[in-house]
């Protein structure tokens, strides 16, 4: 999720660089504000309509619920937490039948997506279909919309004129004129150079004909 998120952020700034430095923060500024408000508003509207989870978990159960083949479902207690789910052999199944053990108290497949996910996936699915239990149970509130609208639950406000700003009282900062870019000559790289490098032994040089 953290990375999700910083991707989203990333996508926000888009075009934000080389800028000078106080276009730079206000362009910072103006996106995230207008991200947050945009996509607060439309969570808020969307849990208004009775939705519980964003367009995206939505549309990903039901292609897991789409993808349900022939299978026979075994409980092995009787508290239906695990199970043992046999794909039977049809002509929609494009390879050999397999067998997966699901756990559902700790939220396991022998898939692997109900585990990476915390998203039933459709052996999970089919388990619930069998045994009558509510698939949201096995979904993490964290997809949920009120779960979400926290993140953009923050605030913000218009920045006052230069006229009330307090007084600055501390270090000036200098930049140093060494790392200034050239505007001429291309940029220096400081990277460790390695064996990619370094020129092959005896290459022929290439010759161009004009």
């Known amino acids: ?72 479902v ?31 108290n700790d939220w396991w497949c022998d898939c692997g997506e109900f585990k990476a996910l915390w998203l039933p996936c459709s052996h999970v699915i089919i388990v619930c279909s069998t045994c009558h239990l509510q698939l949201t149970t096995f979904v993490d509130p964290i997809y949920s919309l009120q779960y979400i609208l926290k993140v953009y639950k923050v605030e913000f406000h218009p920045v006052r004129n230069e006229d009330y700003w307090s007084t600055y009282i501390g270090l000036n900062f200098i930049p140093d004129s060494c790392m200034r870019r050239k505007e001429s000559d291309r940029p220096t790289t400081n990277r460790i150079h390695n064996e990619m490098d370094e020129p092959l032994p005896n290459k022929p040089k290439k010759l161009l004909l004009l």
């Open 1 to 72: 999720m953290t990375i999700n998120l910083a991707e989203c952020m990333n996508f926000v700034l888009k075009g934000a660089r080389s800028l000078p430095i106080c276009a730079l923060v206000k362009t910072t500024f103006e996106r995230t504000k207008s991200w947050f408000v945009e996509r607060g508003t439309k969570i808020e509207c969307m849990l208004q309509a009775g939705h519980q989870y964003p367009e995206d978990i939505t549309a990903l159960l039901r292609k897991n619920e789409q993808q349900l083949a022939m299978c026979h």
């Open 74 to 104: 075994q409980s092995y207690n009787r508290q239906n937490s695990e199970f043992d789910v046999q794909e039977l052999s049809t002509a929609q199944l494009r390879r050999l039948p397999m067998s997966y053990t699901v756990r559902l």
